[in-house]
């Protein structure tokens, strides 16, 4: 009985944790695309963000909207203040984890993107069957101000893609899906898509 407690608290606090980062997420986003206003982006977020003390909060936020740190920079603080939660789950054994770094090394598509694509690479983790987008080098291209990973899908045939909004400086949000594998306790990326609009402007391989 006691174990079935402490399994449903395990859950609990971890699910609380990770829909508060969601929530987050979502109302800057909203904020992004001007659907939600200043007021309400500062009630919102300081209303479930209890970890904060208010002095903290409000020189946050005014540096988020006066423009001094970016969108990344306040979801990472805000994030940084949810319990850890890997500190209350059990934790995994190093030969549960594995990291590779994948490069694209083909592109199709817009000439001028593929020339741009073709230097960029991405390395992920791999925590039991988890996955993790943990470094990439797509801010060294002076025009990409935020890379923001969205959603992951995980599929019974063991394949794995997440999508990742890659935000320029004009103001448009690139929609990058990644694609890969995962089998036998390894796992490879493989291939990408990069859309605008809802359009394909190209797509590769990862290697």
């Known amino acids: 009985m006691l174990k079935k407690y402490l399994i449903l608290i395990l859950f609990l606090f971890f699910f609380t944790a990770t829909s508060k980062s969601n929530d987050f997420d979502?109302?800057?986003e909203l904020y992004d695309q001007q659907i939600l206003g200043e007021d309400a982006l500062y009630n919102s977020l300081k209303k479930i963000n209890e970890e904060f003390n208010s002095d903290q909060f409000d020189k946050l936020f005014n540096l988020f909207t006066n423009g001094v740190i970016s969108k990344d920079d306040l979801?990472?603080?805000?994030?940084?203040k949810i319990p850890n939660t890997e500190s209350v789950m059990t934790e995994k054994s190093s030969s549960d984890t594995s990291v590779k770094e994948f490069n694209i090394t083909s592109c199709k598509g817009n000439s001028d993107v593929c020339s741009l694509m073709n230097k960029f690479f991405v390395e992920?983790?791999?925590?039991?069957?988890?996955?993790?987008?943990?470094?990439?080098?797509?801010?060294d291209e002076p025009d990409v101000v935020s890379v923001v990973p969205r959603k992951q899908y995980y599929n019974n045939d063991g394949s794995f893609s997440?999508?990742?909004?890659?935000?320029?400086k004009?103001?448009?949000?690139?929609?990058?899906?990644?694609?890969?594998?995962i089998k036998d306790n390894d796992f490879l990326i493989?291939?990408?898509?990069?859309?605008?609009?809802?359009?394909?402007?190209?797509s590769g391989n990862f290697d």
């Open 26 to 28: 979502d109302l800057i």
């Open 75 to 80: 979801l990472t603080a805000l994030i940084s």
């Open 124 to 139: 992920y983790e791999m925590n039991g069957s988890v996955m993790k987008l943990i470094n990439h080098n797509f801010l």
């Open 162 to 168: 997440e999508i990742i909004d890659i935000k320029v």
């Open 170 to 181: 004009s103001g448009r949000v690139l929609k990058m899906s990644i694609k890969g594998l």
């Open 190 to 202: 493989n291939f990408y898509s990069l859309k605008t609009g809802g359009k394909e402007v190209s």
